[in-house]
């Protein structure tokens, strides 16, 4: 993974894009190592929390590689190997360090939780060049912060900074450049504090539940869900009472 750094921290997965002299941009062969890098992430059980960042502090990730030609091959879980990846219960930060632009906007529009550093700015300006946002951002950014204002930013192609994304609640948390690793790490130690499988059937069941007609459908639905059905029968579910009545901390085990 020649432009793909993976390292793990205890149960965190840190992937950072690593082409900070062509602003983290995404090439083909990054495609498939990001493809790569999150198949690995799902699948090990130690695991527990993926953040994704940029090298260096100009950017996160400035999108698609032009120069490289346009790339419309993606792999199975499409842009990045991550947009379309619908069925990862385990939480996905995006620590945003500088641009994230284009395909660098849908990755994080793509993540659960996002924490900014006060120099990144987001932006879709394909149509700039001619493009399409069809790494999910089209679809993505109306959901989360409701038509006209997704609009306004699709259209013009107008480029926002972390200030205006936090007040239209696509960030988490704007920090100083220089407390962006420590305050996601501190997010990372919060979560952690929960059952794995608690948080995954969390986030499983919220994000289902928005695609359910109703909230009846959803509550209805919802024992149906596969980390919610996992976490039904856990052990961590029994530990956790058990913890709780005899007041003491409790050992996940994350089954």
Known sequence: ??????????????????RADKMNAITPQMHADLQDAFDGFAADHTQQICVVTGAGNKAFCAGSDLKAGIHRDYPKNGYAG???????A????AAVNGLALGGGFEI???????????TASFGLPEPLVGAVALGGGIH?????????????LLLTSRRIDAQEADHLGLVNDVVPANALIETTERWCDQILKGAPLSVRATKEAALRGLDE???????????????????????????????FSEKRAPKWKGR
């Open 1 to 18: 993974m020649a432009f793909i750094d993976v390292i793990t921290k205890g149960p965190v997965t840190w992937v950072t894009l690593n």
């Open 82 to 88: 991550l947009i379309e990846r619908f069925d990862l």
């Open 90 to 93: 385990k939480p996905v930060i």
């Open 108 to 118: 994080v529009l793509a993540c659960d939780i996002v924490i900014a550093s006060e």
């Open 140 to 152: 993505r950014l109306p959901r989360q912060i409701g038509l006209k204002k997704a609009m306004g």
């Open 213 to 243: 007609p109703s909230l009846a459908d959803a509550l209805k639905n919802q024992n149906d869900y596969p980390a919610y059905a996992q976490w039904r029968t856990s052990e961590d579910l029994q530990e956790g009472r058990a913890a």
